[in-house]
């Protein structure tokens, strides 16, 4: 990976200074040393960098335009970094100033509510766009009743943004001024040597618990489930999510790219954006496997819009959205039929959602709203949740749940963390993949299971 961070004469870039800002792991509290933010209930890991006190100090928010660094990714140093990019423009982070492990998204936002009320600002830039200034990145799990991991949500120490044509960068502390230790980041290295394994079920099983979820709607116990598979991928050395990131990036560059505690993704599909007062979700079901053949691709793409099983599919994750948006916005608008969304290695079935946000719900109160989706869990919400639990043998984690960052302001992207994997915490050489298929009547476990592994095919990828 080249660095256009760097000027010809080896200099950073003017206006920023390029800075590491990890906390290391023996620098954090220890067990039983959690802080509690907003009460008992909510556990905090605070780093030392910024402070270890128990209660919050204000924090100081500082914002100044800057000139364009290229690369967002070659910013980033190995350890603590965050992304979210779509087209090369977005947001990168690094550092950590505090983090929440909330229980619910509905806790984190109330947590983010309070923590915004008592921050200072200094913003030295015209009109900023959402994202500048204080904000969060954050990612949540899929069901926390079924799941041994956690939820965070992250403020780094330093956000670097190019959104709407301008750029800034935001540095965020408990000490004005307090700047982000000034160090170079190093080159992403390729993972070697890489290997995969069955993750919680092979495929001979997974195809069997689908014949199964089948069978039960089949029986009326539900109308649509969606089971996910997981395989396990080991590299001879670290897996560096800067690596994984950039070939994401570079690949898939109309999705989400994001790298969030260890999940890293690029996702098609928009749980909820609120911005400037409006709220949109792109809606995804209904998938085909494409050919590379362009004229080929063309047949498949009509095939796939008249095809029945998969508009089912998708009707059910279109009125899951509509209807849980509905309390929160007004003038809604949904399509009358979907559109088919051309990705590299897919083609989905889409609808674009749009509304108008009621006044002061902010995005992550809209994503607690939203998840899960039928696109994601299956209809009914509580049946499809509880079949899920009982074949997919896997704990989901952070797979299919909300992804994204949050402002200040409330506005924010929460996609659904799709075409991702989970590194491992205890083994740095070891990442876990998803993917996952929407069942309906009409679904054949052979077809399921190709489309699994297409959905695999852009992490699969990014590892090589």
């Known amino acids: 990976m080249s660095d256009p961070s760097r000027a010809r004469d080896g200099e950073p870039l003017r206006g920023l200074s390029l800075g590491a800002g990890d906390c290391e792991s023996n620098h954090k509290m220890g067990p039983g040393m959690q802080g509690g933010l907003v009460g008992p209930r909510t556990a905090v890991t605070l780093c030392p960098v910024t402070w270890s006190a128990p209660d919050p100090p204000r924090l100081h928010v500082w914002t100044r335009a800057v000139d364009d660094p290229g690369s967002l990714l070659a910013l980033l140093p190995p350890k603590d970094s965050y992304v979210w990019l779509r087209h090369g423009d977005g947001l990168v982070g690094w550092g950590e100033v505090v983090r929440l492990k909330p229980a619910s998204i509905a806790e984190a936002a109330e947590w983010w509510a309070d923590l915004v009320a008592h921050v200072e600002v200094t913003a030295e830039l015209d009109d900023p766009p959402a994202g500048a200034g204080l904000m969060a990145f954050g990612s949540f799990l899929f069901d926390p009743a079924n799941s ?19 750029v800034w960068v935001t540095d965020i502390g408990p000490v004005p001024g307090d700047g982000v230790e000034t160090s170079r980041p190093t080159l992403a290295e390729r993972p070697r040597n890489v290997s995969f394994a069955d993750g919680g079920l092979s495929g001979p099983e997974w195809e069997t618990a689908v014949a199964e979820a089948v069978r039960r709607i089949g029986d009326g116990k539900l109308e649509k489930v969606v089971l996910a598979r997981d395989l396990l991928a080991f590299a001879e050395n670290d897996i560096d999510p800067r690596w994984l990131a950039a070939r994401l990036t570079e690949n898939y560059s109309q999705c989400w790219t994001y790298v969030v505690d260890g999940l890293v993704g690029a996702t098609p599909e928009m749980l909820v954006k609120r911005e400037a007062g409006l709220a949109t979700s792109r809606v995804l079901a209904g998938t085909i496997r494409r050919s590379g053949d362009d004229d080929h691709d ?4 009509a095939a796939l819009a008249r095809s029945s099983k998969d508009l089912e599919e998708h009707e059910y994750a279109v009125r899951s959205v509509a209807r849980s948006l509905a309390p929160y916005c007004s003038g809604m608008n949904v399509p009358d039929a979907p559109y088919v969304l051309q990705l590299p290695n897919v083609l989905h079935l889409a609808t674009d959602i749009t509304a108008v946000a009621d006044k002061g719900v902010a995005s992550l109160a809209l994503a607690a709203a939203l998840h899960p989706t039928a696109a994601v869990c299956g209809t009914p919400t509580v049946n499809a949740r509880s079949l899920i639990a009982e074949l997919e043998h896997l704990d989901r984690e952070r797979y299919a749940g909300p992804v994204g960052w949050i402002d200040a302001n409330g506005d924010g992207e929460w996609a659904i963390a799709l075409r991702c994997g989970q590194l491992s915490e205890t083994d740095p050489h070891q990442i876990r993949l998803f993917a996952g298929c929407g069942i309906v009547a009409g679904s054949d476990p052979a077809a399921e299971w190709a489309e699994a ?11 090589g």
């Open 453 to 463: 592994n297409a959905k695999l095919i852009p992490m699969r990828d990014s590892l």
């Open 148 to 166: 041994a991991g956690r939820s965070s949500l992250i403020v780094p120490q330093r956000v670097v943004g190019r959104r709407h044509g301008q």
């Open 298 to 301: 063309l047949n498949l793409a």
